[in-house]
C-alpha cells in the first residue's frame, strides 16, 4: 500500500495532538518531508527518530531536527545526512581567526549509525556522549575510507566503564580487506 506525503503529515498532526509522550519513532522510507519534520518537532518526549531512506528529508530539514530536539535525541538514524547537518553547523571562523559556532551545545545523542562512513570527527565532537556507534559499509572496492574513519572513532569518548561499543555491518567484502583487519 502507496501512503502519500499528505497522509503522513495528516498522520502526524494527530500523533503529535494527542501521543505527546511517544518516545520512539521509525518513520524509515516514508514520503516524509521538512514539513513533516517539523511537526515532530512538537513532541516533547521524541527520543528516537528514524528517518533512513527518507529521500525528501534533506540536510537543512536534518539540521533544523537537531536544532530543535537536540537536547532530547538520544538517537537518530538519517543517513549521512546527520553528519552533513553537524558539518554545516560546525565551528568556522570569522574574518579576525576567530571561531564562531551556530550551534551552542554539545547533542544528547547516545546512538549513531554510519553509513559508507564520513563525518565521524564532526559527530564525535558534537556528540560526546556517545556510546554505541553503528557503521554501515558497502563498498567492498573502496577500504580506505572506511580504514580512516573507522580510525575516527577513537575521537568519541568512550561513555562510562562499559567505553564504546561498535557494530560494524558490512554488506559486501574484499578477502584482502579482511585480512588486513587481522
Do not use: W
Not at 500500500?1 to 511517544?22: A, G, P, Q, S
Not at 520512539?24 to 513532541?43: I, Q
Not at 552533513?84 to 568556522?92: E, H, I, N, R, V
Request: some cysteine; overall charge negative; glycine content about 6%.
Amino acid at each position: 500500500m502507496e501512503i502519500d506525503r499528505d497522509e503522513v503529515e495528516l498522520f502526524l498532526t494527530d500523533l503529535t495532538e494527542n501521543c505527546r509522550k511517544i518516545h520512539s519513532l521509525d518513520l524509515s522510507s516514508s514520503p516524509v518531508d521538512a514539513r513533516c519534520c517539523e511537526l515532530l518537532c512538537d513532541l516533547p518526549r521524541l527520543r528516537v527518530l528514524k528517518l533512513d531512506d527518507c529521500a525528501a528529508v534533506d540536510t537543512a530539514t536534518v539540521a533544523h531536527v537537531v536544532g530543535r530536539l537536540g537536547d532530547n535525541l538520544a538517537q537518530l538514524e538519517c543517513g549521512n545526512r546527520l553528519q552533513s547537518a553537524l558539518a554545516a553547523t560546525t565551528p568556522d571562523e570569522n574574518g579576525n581567526g576567530e571561531a564562531t559556532s551556530r550551534r551552542r551545545r554539545p547533542l544528547s545523542l547516545k546512538s549513531v549509525t554510519f553509513r559508507q562512513p564520513t563525518g565521524v570527527g564532526a559527530v564525535a565532537r558534537d556528540c560526546p556522549g556517545v556510546h554505541r556507534v553503528r557503521v554501515v559499509h558497502s563498498d567492498y572496492e573502496n577500504t580506505g575510507i572506511l580504514d580512516r574513519e573507522m580510525e575516527e572513532l577513537n575521537a568519541f569518548e568512550a561513555a562510562g566503564n562499559d567505553g564504546l561499543k561498535v557494530d560494524l555491518e558490512m554488506n559486501s567484502i574484499n578477502m584482502l580487506f579482511l585480512i588486513q583487519v587481522y
